[in-house]
């Protein structure tokens, strides 16, 4: 549902270029805005963050690390699991 309420514009920025946007808005942020300026660089900085950190969890999910099984054999799992012990 959320996804619905997105612009699609945003649903297409990748990492990179988001948090790129997000250091420019800190720095007006910090720099001589009027307020209601600051308030539309604030939430658009929050929907920014968010994106971000969806990215960020997306990306967390497909890392996966090398883990030694009982016997010697390899496997994979998730980062962030423990280790299946046989």
Do not use: D, N, Y
């Not at 959320?2 to 988001?18: I, N, P, T, W």
């Not at 660089?41 to 969890?57: D, T, V």
Request: net charge negative; with cysteine.
């Amino acid at each position: 549902m959320a996804k619905e309420s997105r612009a699609k514009g945003e649903e297409e920025v990748q990492f990179e270029a988001a948090l790129e946007r997000l250091e420019e808005i800190v720095a007006r942020l910090e720099g001589q805005a009027t307020l209601e300026e600051s308030m539309a660089l604030f939430e658009e900085g929050m929907r920014l963050s968010a994106r971000c950190r969806e990215l960020l969890e997306q990306a967390e999910g497909k890392i996966e690390k090398l883990v030694e099984k009982s016997g010697g054999a390899l496997g994979r799992e998730p980062v962030g699991q423990p280790a299946e012990e046989e």
